[in-house]
Nanobody
Framework: QVQLVESGGGLVQAGGSLRLSCEVS????????MGWFRQAPGKEREFVAA????????RYADSVKGRFTTSIDNAKSTVYLQMISLKPEDTAVYYC?????????????????WGQGTQVTVSS
């Protein structure tokens, strides 16, 4: 089993920055992929970013490329999502997820474990 706990959400003005954290505990391996997803009210959950557990590979949704960066601190078993130049359309609940698939999958259904989510609100 893997447990995920997100933190770092909040209210920020457009153009501002936030850093989300996802603390990982339980049984993981170098094969795991960590993902970030978000879900706005009335919308489906959408892929944001993914990173291999070793940190060497990343993948981003087109909507966040150049603004969001995901990284991993293996010593702390923590995954980060640094968000800059935030826009009102980035407002959503952000979820951390984990899968034992080695590929950087963008499909939510491929992830086995999920955190509880953290709210990010960007005001205009």
């Amino acid at each position: 089993q893997v447990q995920l706990v997100e933190s770092g959400g909040g209210l920020v003005q457009a153009g501002g920055s936030l850093r989300l954290s996802c603390e990982v505990s339980g049984r993981t391996s170098s094969r795991y992929t960590m993902g970030w997803f978000r879900q706005a009210p009335g919308k489906e959950r959408e892929f944001v970013a993914a990173i291999g557990w070793s940190g060497g590979r990343t993948r981003y949704a087109d909507s966040v490329k150049g603004r969001f960066t995901t990284s991993i601190d293996n010593a702390k078993s923590t995954v980060y999502l640094q968000m800059i130049s935030l826009k009102p359309e980035d407002t959503a609940v952000y979820y951390c997820a984990a899968t034992d698939r080695a590929v950087l999958t963008t499909t939510a259904g491929n992830y086995n474990y999920w955190g509880q989510g953290t709210q990010v609100t960007v005001s205009s």
